[in-house]
């Protein structure tokens, strides 16, 4: 079950939930945990995702990083606004073959018309596997 700010504004909620069919985030077998602004938890399972020799792939980190730095800088964003993905960098530290992957993103910088964050991906073990640092541009519509 996913938990939401008691703030969400309930337009992107909807958004959020109906998009859930068809979309990257669902082929890839992410499940969302906590969304938030300031903080947001997602998990991958590696099955599915991963390169020809058995490794997770690195563009399903950032796939799951993106999605988790897109959806916090949407609800800061707020009514009537929308973020879009302007910069994306990874750090890859250690590889996983099997397992669950939890990516938890965190708020560097949360402003007006920018938002910045941090996504760090996990194994089971709880041992970092890569860093992702995002940044989205907040327009209003």
């Not at 309930?10 to 985030?25: H, V």
């Not at 302007?86 to 099997?98: K, L, P, V, W």
């Not at 018309?113 to 596997?129: K, N, P, S």
Request: aromatic share 4%; net charge negative.
């Amino acid at each position: 079950m996913t938990t939401y700010p008691d703030d969400l504004d309930p337009e992107l909620y909807r958004r959020l939930i109906e998009s859930r069919g068809g979309t990257l985030t669902d082929k890839m077998g992410i499940e969302f945990l906590e969304l938030g602004a300031d903080r947001s938890i997602a998990r991958m399972p590696v099955e599915g995702n991963t390169q020809v020799i058995g490794l997770l792939h690195g563009g399903a980190h950032v796939v799951l990083a993106e999605s988790l730095g897109s959806i916090s800088s949407a609800i800061h964003a707020g009514p009537g606004r929308y973020a879009v993905g302007i910069e994306i960098n990874a750090t890859h530290s250690r590889s996983i073959t099997e397992g669950w992957v939890t990516g938890t993103c965190t708020a560097l910088v949360l402003g007006r018309t920018l938002a910045t964050h941090e996504i760090v991906m996990t194994d089971d073990q709880g041992r970092r596997l890569s860093t992702v640092r995002m940044t989205n541009m907040l327009r209003d519509q």
